[in-house]
């Protein structure tokens, strides 16, 4: 089963980058963004995009 990612809440400032880049649409917006982890695939696209390096594989 694969490892869902997870976006630190002292990192994340909501660029928005992160969202567009998900394929399976798993990134909610809000003051800080959330990954659900029923729907992560684990590709790791958010992470590799995310500017601040907020996204680590939980």
């Not at 990134?27 to 800080?32: A, E, R």
């Amino acid at each position: 089963m694969a490892m869902a990612y997870k976006i630190s809440a002292d990192l994340c400032t909501a660029c928005g980058t992160c969202i567009d880049e998900c394929p399976v649409e798993a990134i909610s917006p809000g003051d800080v963004y959330t990954i659900d982890p029923s729907i992560c695939s684990d590709c790791g696209t958010c992470a590799d995009v995310c500017p601040v390096e907020a996204i680590q594989p939980a």
